[in-house]
């Protein structure tokens, strides 16, 4: 599981013209991209969502559990990507929408079990993310 996450001051998806979910903390949050591969696990996908929670990549060095920063969730199967051979990407270390759509809202679950504000994006969907990047500030997190 891997996610990319960015310390924003506004983020919000769209999907046919709607927003879905849609954070616009008072001063910082948190946009996670959140990408699935053949080896994840619910376990996996609650061990990464501590880390997110109590990551101190916010201002004065705190972390979203510190200050109760809003988290937007979407799913993001491009993260594992692999663009090693030619111009087009394989897609093949990426799970399945079978198993990656459970973990997705596992790990988003789990952020709100810490007591964290989650929005989501729609599994599958074709999105549209509209953000404010925060510094910027931009971190690959895996397990």
Same mark, same amino acid.
């Given at each position: ?27 910082? /949050?948190?946009?996670?991209? =959140? ?6 696990? @619910? !376990? $996996? %996908? ?5 880390k997110i929670w109590n990551l101190r990549i916010l ?8 200050? /109760?920063?809003?988290?937007? =969730? ?6 594992? @990507? !692999? $663009? %090693? ?41 074709n999105m549209q993310v509209e953000l404010v990047n ?10």
């Amino acid at each position: 599981m891997r996610v990319l996450v960015q310390r924003v001051s506004s983020a919000a998806v769209w999907v046919g013209g709607e927003v879905v979910g849609a954070i616009r903390p008072d001063g910082q /949050g948190l946009l996670a991209f =959140v990408g699935v591969t053949h080896s994840d696990d @619910a !376990d $996996t %996908a609650r061990r990464l969502a501590e880390k997110i929670w109590n990551l101190r990549i916010l201002g004065d060095e705190r972390s979203a559990a510190d200050v /109760g920063a809003p988290i937007l =969730v979407v799913s993001q199967f491009t993260l594992y @990507a !692999d $663009t %090693a051979k030619g111009r087009r990407p394989s897609w093949n270390a990426a799970a399945p929408s079978a198993v990656a759509e459970p973990l997705v809202a596992a790990f988003a679950q789990a952020l709100q079990a810490l007591g964290a504000d989650v929005r989501t994006g729609v599994f599958g969907a074709n999105m549209q993310v509209e953000l404010v990047n925060d510094g910027p500030v931009t971190v690959l997190v895996e397990l």
